[in-house]
Protein backbone atom coordinates (compact mmCIF):
# COMPACT_ATOMS: atom_id res chain seq x y z
CA UNK A 1 0.00 0.00 0.00
CA UNK A 2 0.86 3.51 -0.95
CA UNK A 3 1.85 6.04 1.73
CA UNK A 4 -0.15 9.09 -0.34
CA UNK A 5 -1.10 11.95 1.94
CA UNK A 6 -4.75 12.09 2.79
CA UNK A 7 -4.90 15.46 1.15
CA UNK A 8 -4.41 14.03 -2.60
CA UNK A 9 -8.21 12.76 -1.72
CA UNK A 10 -9.77 14.86 -0.61
CA UNK A 11 -9.48 18.14 2.06
CA UNK A 12 -11.63 16.76 5.01
CA UNK A 13 -11.25 13.11 5.37
CA UNK A 14 -14.32 10.55 6.54
CA UNK A 15 -13.16 9.64 10.23
CA UNK A 16 -14.77 6.63 12.03
CA UNK A 17 -14.45 6.03 15.87
CA UNK A 18 -15.31 2.30 16.39
CA UNK A 19 -15.66 1.48 20.29
CA UNK A 20 -17.72 3.73 22.33
CA UNK A 21 -16.56 3.46 25.65
CA UNK A 22 -14.53 6.20 27.58
CA UNK A 23 -12.26 6.80 24.55
CA UNK A 24 -13.93 6.23 22.09
CA UNK A 25 -16.47 8.61 22.90
CA UNK A 26 -14.12 11.37 24.31
CA UNK A 27 -12.19 11.27 20.43
CA UNK A 28 -15.48 11.23 18.80
CA UNK A 29 -16.65 14.45 20.82
CA UNK A 30 -13.68 16.22 20.18
CA UNK A 31 -13.30 16.06 16.32
CA UNK A 32 -17.18 16.26 15.98
CA UNK A 33 -17.20 19.09 18.09
CA UNK A 34 -14.56 20.77 16.28
CA UNK A 35 -16.64 20.29 13.18
CA UNK A 36 -14.89 17.20 11.49
CA UNK A 37 -16.91 14.32 9.47
CA UNK A 38 -16.61 11.34 12.22
CA UNK A 39 -19.19 8.34 12.55
CA UNK A 40 -19.51 6.43 15.47
CA UNK A 41 -19.53 2.59 15.83
CA UNK A 42 -21.48 1.65 19.77
CA UNK A 43 -23.96 -0.91 20.66
CA UNK A 44 -26.55 -1.10 23.11
CA UNK A 45 -27.28 1.65 25.78
CA UNK A 46 -24.21 3.45 24.56
CA UNK A 47 -26.44 3.24 20.72
CA UNK A 48 -29.44 4.66 21.88
CA UNK A 49 -28.48 7.53 24.41
CA UNK A 50 -26.25 8.61 21.47
CA UNK A 51 -28.80 8.35 19.19
CA UNK A 52 -31.04 10.17 21.06
CA UNK A 53 -28.59 12.62 22.64
CA UNK A 54 -25.18 12.66 21.68
CA UNK A 55 -22.08 12.79 23.14
CA UNK A 56 -21.77 14.14 26.41
CA UNK A 57 -18.83 15.11 27.06
CA UNK A 58 -17.69 16.83 30.76
CA UNK A 59 -13.89 18.44 29.68
CA UNK A 60 -11.81 20.69 31.72
CA UNK A 61 -14.66 22.84 33.38
CA UNK A 62 -16.88 22.52 30.29
CA UNK A 63 -19.64 20.44 29.06
CA UNK A 64 -20.34 19.72 25.57
CA UNK A 65 -23.83 18.09 23.89
CA UNK A 66 -22.27 16.37 21.14
CA UNK A 67 -24.25 15.29 17.99
CA UNK A 68 -22.44 12.82 15.80
CA UNK A 69 -23.19 9.90 13.45
CA UNK A 70 -23.45 6.73 15.07
CA UNK A 71 -24.54 3.33 13.98
CA UNK A 72 -23.91 -0.13 15.82
CA UNK A 73 -23.65 -1.44 11.67
CA UNK A 74 -20.65 -0.86 9.98
CA UNK A 75 -21.81 -1.21 6.76
CA UNK A 76 -24.73 1.52 7.31
CA UNK A 77 -21.59 3.65 7.76
CA UNK A 78 -19.20 2.61 5.04
CA UNK A 79 -15.64 2.67 3.83
CA UNK A 80 -13.68 5.37 5.63
CA UNK A 81 -10.33 6.88 5.40
CA UNK A 82 -9.36 7.34 8.84
CA UNK A 83 -10.78 4.23 11.26
CA UNK A 84 -9.74 5.01 15.22
CA UNK A 85 -10.26 1.28 17.01
CA UNK A 86 -10.72 2.18 20.14
CA UNK A 87 -11.44 -0.79 22.84
CA UNK A 88 -9.49 -2.81 25.02
CA UNK A 89 -7.03 -4.97 24.09
CA UNK A 90 -8.87 -7.99 25.07
CA UNK A 91 -11.84 -6.71 23.05
CA UNK A 92 -9.95 -6.33 19.74
CA UNK A 93 -10.42 -8.69 17.48
CA UNK A 94 -14.06 -8.26 18.39
CA UNK A 95 -13.82 -4.47 17.73
CA UNK A 96 -12.01 -5.11 14.22
CA UNK A 97 -14.50 -7.73 13.00
CA UNK A 98 -16.98 -5.06 13.50
CA UNK A 99 -15.17 -2.54 11.36
CA UNK A 100 -14.26 -4.57 9.33
CA UNK A 101 -16.86 -2.77 6.60
CA UNK A 102 -15.20 0.48 7.44
CA UNK A 103 -11.58 -0.38 6.00
CA UNK A 104 -10.97 0.11 2.87
CA UNK A 105 -7.54 -0.23 0.83
CA UNK A 106 -6.88 3.06 1.40
CA UNK A 107 -8.23 3.01 5.06
CA UNK A 108 -5.99 4.10 8.14
CA UNK A 109 -6.37 2.08 10.73
CA UNK A 110 -4.98 3.84 14.29
CA UNK A 111 -5.65 1.60 16.81
CA UNK A 112 -5.96 3.17 20.29
CA UNK A 113 -4.77 0.91 22.54
CA UNK A 114 -2.68 0.18 25.57
CA UNK A 115 -0.21 -1.93 26.60
CA UNK A 116 2.46 -3.80 23.94
CA UNK A 117 0.10 -3.64 20.49
CA UNK A 118 -0.05 -6.68 18.60
CA UNK A 119 1.66 -4.93 15.52
CA UNK A 120 4.92 -4.50 18.01
CA UNK A 121 7.00 -6.57 15.42
CA UNK A 122 5.56 -6.01 12.62
CA UNK A 123 7.50 -4.16 9.71
CA UNK A 124 10.75 -4.57 11.53
CA UNK A 125 13.63 -5.62 9.85
CA UNK A 126 14.55 -9.81 10.95
CA UNK A 127 11.31 -9.98 12.81
CA UNK A 128 9.31 -11.44 9.86
CA UNK A 129 6.06 -13.79 11.38
CA UNK A 130 7.30 -12.74 15.19
CA UNK A 131 4.09 -11.70 17.37
CA UNK A 132 3.02 -11.09 20.73
CA UNK A 133 1.77 -14.03 21.72
CA UNK A 134 -0.07 -12.61 24.89
CA UNK A 135 -2.40 -10.07 22.90
CA UNK A 136 -2.51 -12.08 19.44
CA UNK A 137 -1.81 -15.51 20.12
CA UNK A 138 -3.80 -16.75 17.21
CA UNK A 139 -2.57 -13.85 14.92
CA UNK A 140 -5.95 -12.99 14.03
CA UNK A 141 -5.21 -9.21 14.47
CA UNK A 142 -2.15 -9.23 12.32
CA UNK A 143 -4.80 -11.63 9.48
CA UNK A 144 -7.90 -8.69 9.94
CA UNK A 145 -5.75 -5.61 10.18
CA UNK A 146 -2.85 -5.12 7.01
CA UNK A 147 0.46 -4.09 8.50
CA UNK A 148 0.94 -1.66 5.75
CA UNK A 149 -2.01 0.70 6.73
CA UNK A 150 -1.65 0.51 10.50
CA UNK A 151 -0.23 3.76 11.60
CA UNK A 152 1.02 3.96 15.33
CA UNK A 153 0.31 5.62 18.16
CA UNK A 154 0.78 6.31 21.45
CA UNK A 155 -1.51 7.96 23.39
CA UNK A 156 -1.65 9.74 26.95
CA UNK A 157 -5.72 10.80 27.64
CA UNK A 158 -7.51 9.80 30.21
CA UNK A 159 -11.44 9.30 30.35
CA UNK A 160 -13.71 7.97 32.53
CA UNK A 161 -17.49 6.96 31.17
CA UNK A 162 -19.50 7.95 33.54
CA UNK A 163 -22.83 6.61 32.01
CA UNK A 164 -24.09 5.26 28.56
CA UNK A 165 -22.20 8.17 25.80
CA UNK A 166 -21.41 10.36 29.12
CA UNK A 167 -17.67 10.68 29.37
CA UNK A 168 -15.32 12.96 31.67
CA UNK A 169 -11.80 13.67 30.29
CA UNK A 170 -9.98 16.62 32.42
CA UNK A 171 -6.59 16.32 32.06
CA UNK A 172 -4.44 17.15 28.70
CA UNK A 173 -4.80 14.79 25.91
CA UNK A 174 -1.40 13.67 23.85
CA UNK A 175 -1.28 11.69 20.75
CA UNK A 176 1.77 10.72 19.14
CA UNK A 177 1.70 8.86 15.84
CA UNK A 178 4.33 7.29 13.44
CA UNK A 179 3.93 4.74 10.71
CA UNK A 180 5.20 1.43 12.75
CA UNK A 181 8.08 0.98 10.10
CA UNK A 182 10.06 3.77 11.79
CA UNK A 183 9.45 5.87 8.62
CA UNK A 184 8.19 9.31 8.12
CA UNK A 185 4.69 9.74 5.90
CA UNK A 186 3.12 12.71 4.87
CA UNK A 187 -0.26 10.31 5.70
CA UNK A 188 0.82 10.50 9.64
CA UNK A 189 1.29 14.05 8.70
CA UNK A 190 -1.89 14.71 7.72
CA UNK A 191 -3.60 12.95 10.62
CA UNK A 192 -1.75 14.55 13.23
CA UNK A 193 -2.90 17.81 11.65
CA UNK A 194 -6.41 16.86 11.90
CA UNK A 195 -5.89 15.96 14.97
CA UNK A 196 -4.76 19.37 16.06
CA UNK A 197 -7.02 21.59 14.07
CA UNK A 198 -9.45 19.68 16.19
CA UNK A 199 -7.87 20.71 19.49
CA UNK A 200 -6.02 17.42 20.61
CA UNK A 201 -2.61 17.98 21.12
CA UNK A 202 -0.74 15.39 18.31
CA UNK A 203 2.67 15.07 17.29
CA UNK A 204 4.80 12.74 14.28
CA UNK A 205 7.16 10.23 15.58
CA UNK A 206 9.56 8.49 12.90
CA UNK A 207 10.41 6.18 16.12
CA UNK A 208 7.16 5.45 17.15
CA UNK A 209 8.36 2.33 19.18
CA UNK A 210 10.32 5.33 21.65
CA UNK A 211 7.26 6.70 23.04
CA UNK A 212 5.48 3.61 23.02
CA UNK A 213 7.82 2.75 25.66
CA UNK A 214 7.15 5.42 27.54
CA UNK A 215 3.79 4.81 28.05
CA UNK A 216 4.08 0.92 28.38
CA UNK A 217 6.70 1.67 31.90
CA UNK A 218 3.64 4.14 32.53
CA UNK A 219 0.99 1.68 32.10
CA UNK A 220 3.39 -1.16 33.73
CA UNK A 221 4.14 1.22 36.70
CA UNK A 222 0.18 2.24 37.71
CA UNK A 223 -2.47 -0.14 36.44
CA UNK A 224 -1.86 -3.40 37.88
CA UNK A 225 -0.79 -1.50 41.08
CA UNK A 226 -3.99 0.23 41.36
CA UNK A 227 -5.95 -2.94 41.50
CA UNK A 228 -4.68 -4.44 44.54
CA UNK A 229 -4.03 -0.73 46.13
CA UNK A 230 -6.65 1.52 45.21
CA UNK A 231 -4.73 4.15 44.77
CA UNK A 232 -4.40 6.86 42.11
CA UNK A 233 -1.29 8.20 39.68
CA UNK A 234 -0.46 10.81 42.44
CA UNK A 235 -0.64 8.65 45.40
CA UNK A 236 1.06 5.43 43.56
CA UNK A 237 4.23 7.86 42.67
CA UNK A 238 3.79 10.45 45.87
CA UNK A 239 2.61 7.72 48.54
CA UNK A 240 6.35 6.94 51.19
CA UNK A 241 4.54 3.32 51.16
CA UNK A 242 4.19 2.51 47.69
CA UNK A 243 6.76 4.84 45.57
CA UNK A 244 9.46 2.08 46.68
CA UNK A 245 7.50 -0.49 44.75
CA UNK A 246 6.65 1.76 42.11
CA UNK A 247 10.38 2.78 41.51
CA UNK A 248 10.83 -0.90 41.36
CA UNK A 249 8.95 -1.82 39.15
CA UNK A 250 9.86 1.81 36.78
CA UNK A 251 13.73 0.63 36.65
CA UNK A 252 12.59 -2.45 35.53
CA UNK A 253 11.02 -1.30 32.70
CA UNK A 254 13.50 1.07 31.93
CA UNK A 255 15.82 -1.47 31.52
CA UNK A 256 13.54 -3.97 29.42
CA UNK A 257 13.09 -0.82 27.32
CA UNK A 258 16.57 0.03 26.49
CA UNK A 259 17.25 -3.33 25.81
CA UNK A 260 14.53 -3.47 23.17
CA UNK A 261 16.63 -0.05 21.90
CA UNK A 262 14.19 2.05 22.89
CA UNK A 263 15.35 5.94 24.02
CA UNK A 264 13.17 7.52 27.06
CA UNK A 265 13.66 11.09 27.23
CA UNK A 266 12.80 11.53 30.74
CA UNK A 267 15.14 10.74 33.88
CA UNK A 268 13.34 8.25 36.60
CA UNK A 269 12.72 11.81 38.85
CA UNK A 270 11.17 13.36 36.23
CA UNK A 271 8.55 10.21 35.56
CA UNK A 272 8.03 10.03 38.98
CA UNK A 273 7.29 14.42 39.38
CA UNK A 274 5.20 14.17 36.42
CA UNK A 275 3.29 11.42 37.40
CA UNK A 276 2.40 13.03 40.74
CA UNK A 277 1.42 16.33 39.22
CA UNK A 278 -1.26 14.56 36.85
CA UNK A 279 -2.89 14.12 40.13
CA UNK A 280 -5.83 11.99 41.92
CA UNK A 281 -6.69 9.90 38.01
CA UNK A 282 -7.84 6.71 39.09
CA UNK A 283 -6.55 4.08 36.52
CA UNK A 284 -8.54 2.46 33.80
CA UNK A 285 -7.40 -1.57 34.76
CA UNK A 286 -8.85 0.71 38.58
CA UNK A 287 -11.86 1.32 36.69
CA UNK A 288 -12.07 -2.11 34.97
CA UNK A 289 -11.84 -3.68 38.70
CA UNK A 290 -14.29 -1.32 40.19
CA UNK A 291 -17.29 -2.13 37.59
CA UNK A 292 -16.57 -5.70 37.19
CA UNK A 293 -15.31 -6.22 33.99
CA UNK A 294 -12.33 -7.95 32.73
CA UNK A 295 -8.86 -6.43 33.39
CA UNK A 296 -6.34 -5.45 30.59
CA UNK A 297 -3.63 -7.65 32.17
CA UNK A 298 -2.77 -9.48 29.01
CA UNK A 299 -1.58 -6.01 27.07
CA UNK A 300 -0.14 -4.10 30.10
CA UNK A 301 1.31 -6.77 32.06
CA UNK A 302 1.50 -10.48 30.55
CA UNK A 303 3.11 -9.15 26.71
CA UNK A 304 5.56 -7.13 29.05
CA UNK A 305 6.92 -10.12 30.86
CA UNK A 306 6.85 -11.90 27.43
CA UNK A 307 9.17 -9.72 25.94
CA UNK A 308 11.23 -9.74 29.04
CA UNK A 309 11.69 -13.46 28.67
CA UNK A 310 12.41 -13.46 25.51
CA UNK A 311 15.57 -12.08 26.57
CA UNK A 312 15.84 -13.29 29.97
CA UNK A 313 15.87 -10.73 31.52
CA UNK A 314 14.60 -11.00 35.19
CA UNK A 315 11.24 -8.63 36.30
CA UNK A 316 10.60 -10.03 39.73
CA UNK A 317 8.63 -6.86 41.32
CA UNK A 318 6.50 -6.32 38.06
CA UNK A 319 5.98 -10.24 37.91
CA UNK A 320 4.73 -10.39 41.66
CA UNK A 321 2.43 -7.14 41.10
CA UNK A 322 1.18 -8.45 38.19
CA UNK A 323 0.46 -11.72 39.52
CA UNK A 324 -1.75 -10.05 42.35
CA UNK A 325 -3.66 -8.08 40.20
CA UNK A 326 -4.26 -11.24 38.20
CA UNK A 327 -5.74 -12.89 41.07
CA UNK A 328 -7.44 -9.17 42.22
CA UNK A 329 -9.39 -9.73 38.91
CA UNK A 330 -10.55 -13.70 38.80
CA UNK A 331 -10.95 -13.62 42.35
CA UNK A 332 -14.23 -10.93 41.76
CA UNK A 333 -15.70 -12.84 38.96
CA UNK A 334 -16.01 -15.94 40.49
Known sequence: ????????????????????????????????????AVS??????????????GIELRRQAETYQVPVTVSDDAHTLGSQDIVFLCAKSHDLVGLAQAATPLIGPETLIVPMVNGVPWWYFERLPGQDGRRVKSV????????LLPSAQV?????????????????VSNTP???????????????????????????????????IRDPLWMKIIANLTTNPLSVITGA?????????????????????GLTLAAAHGARIPLDPDTIIKETIAMGAVRTSM?????????????????????????????????????????????????
Open 1 to 36: MSKDPLSNKQSSPRIAVAGAGAIGCTLAAILAHAGQ
Open 136 to 143: DPEGRLRA
Open 232 to 252: TLNTMYGDPRLLPITRKILFE
Open 173 to 207: ALLILGEIDHTESQRVQDIVDVLNASGIESRHSAQ
Open 151 to 167: VGVVQFMTAERVGPGSV
Open 40 to 53: LLARGSTLQAIQSQ
Open 286 to 334: LQDYEHGNPLELAAIGDAVLELADAIHLPMPTARDVIAMAHYRGTSQRR
